[in-house]
């Protein structure tokens, strides 16, 4: 017997494991809830999806005194992405950022032209 797994071989362990009961035990069906494609939907209006990908971010003040946003590069990018906020301008950003954080999330799409900043 070869002890490299395929699909045969798993679906007889499984089925093996399922009845060790013997012949009378019930029998257990798994059902996966993908098609056979393996097709899943990662859209934002998936209620499945909880976790949407995010760079790993860092924020520190540069030597201006700045605000730096700093996200790790992706494989294509040639250097990582940032962004940097003046001090003068942080209250007005964090006050902006501390509505969005405390307004209830919508995962509708608005209209062209009537984007609220993800606040209902």
Not at 76 to 90: C, G
Request: without cysteine; proline residues 8%.
């Amino acid at each position: 017997m070869s002890t490299k797994p395929t699909s045969e071989t798993n679906q007889g362990m499984i089925g093996e494991a399922l009845n060790h009961g013997g012949p009378s035990a019930p029998a257990i069906v798994l059902a996966h809830p993908m098609r056979d494609d393996d097709r899943f939907e990662w859209t934002i209006n998936n209620e499945d999806v909880l976790l949407a990908e995010q760079r790993t971010t860092a924020i520190y003040v540069n030597r201006w005194g700045q605000a730096v946003i700093r996200q790790e590069r992706n494989w294509d990018e040639q250097s990582d992405p940032f962004m940097t906020i003046d001090h003068a301008h942080l209250p007005v950003v964090i006050t902006r950022l501390q509505e969005i954080a405390s307004a209830p999330l919508s995962r509708e799409e608005p209209e062209p032209g009537n984007a609220k900043g993800g606040l209902r």
